[in-house]
T-cell receptor, first 113, second 114 residues
Framework: NAGVTQTPKFRILKIGQSMTLQCTQDMNHNYMYWYRQDPGMGLKLIYY???????DKGEVPNGYNVSRSTTEDFPLRLELAAPSQTSVYFCASSYYPPTDTQYFGPGTRLTVL | KNQVEQSPQSLIILEGKNCTLQ??????????LRWYKQDTGRGPVSLTI?????NTKSNGRYTATLDADTKQSSLHITASQLSDSASYIC?????????????FGGGTRLMVKP
């Protein structure tokens, strides 16, 4: 199993540009999550999905969009990038919260200049 | 508001020494508490998980404790190794829907020096 994979690893965007962060898991998990981690801060939940076709907002959803057309993939879309979106983005998946462990991808480091 | 506070923010110890990391939380209702290890440039990896009724849980040289009355947890690392250098994150789950389930602490950055 590859687990949770994310692409790209690094990206630099200019203000106002758009991009999609890719996330794929091969563990047949129903639950998938997107977090952002700012330096010295705890992870903040952006969006989550409880299954294909079902998504919902987390704590900090503004400026982002998601879709879940398959069990495996959960892309995160940034529209009109802003410097405040400079962060490290982690995708995670699990069978069932809150008792199950979340498995995290390696992260995408995004800089918006 | 649910919060998880960790201390210290950073710690430097010599290889072979022991250390203890602290986690205080105000999360309700409480479901479980996890400690994650996050190596630089990688995603967090689960070390231990404890439910309300568990006081201690070990994983090799890592031992976590939980005091549900005082809402405190600690992670004790024994005979530290250079590979223990990482950030350690305390995560508390509540019995809500998937979106509100996890509150993350800011982490303790541990550096083990030879």
């Amino acid at each position: 199993n590859a687990g949770v994979t994310q692409t790209p690893k690094f990206r630099i965007l200019k203000i106002g540009q758009s991009m999609t962060l890719q996330c794929t898991q091969d563990m047949n998990h129903n639950y998938m999550y997107w977090y952002r981690q700012d330096p010295g801060m705890g992870l903040k939940l952006i969006y989550y999905s409880v299954g294909a076709g079902i998504t919902d907002k987390g704590e900090v959803p503004n400026g982002y969009n998601v879709s879940r057309s398959t069990t495996e993939d959960f892309p995160l879309r940034l529209e009109l990038a802003a410097p405040s979106q400079t962060s490290v983005y982690f995708c995670a998946s699990s069978y069932y919260p809150p008792t199950d462990t979340q498995y995290f991808g390696p992260g995408t480091r995004l800089t918006v200049l | 508001k649910n919060q998880v506070e960790q201390s210290p923010q950073s710690l430097i110890i010599l290889e072979g020494k022991n250390c203890t990391l602290q986690c205080n939380y105000t999360v309700s209702p409480f479901s479980n508490l996890r400690w994650y290890k996050q190596d630089t440039g990688r995603g967090p990896v689960s070390l231990t998980i404890m439910t309300f009724s568990e006081n201690t849980k070990s994983n090799g040289r890592y031992t976590a404790t939980l005091d549900a009355d005082t809402k405190q947890s600690s992670l004790h690392i024994t005979a530290s190794q250079l590979s223990d250098s990482a950030s350690y994150i305390c995560v508390v789950s509540s019995n809500h829907n998937a979106g509100n389930m996890l509150t993350f602490g800011g982490g303790t950055r541990l550096m083990v020096k030879p």
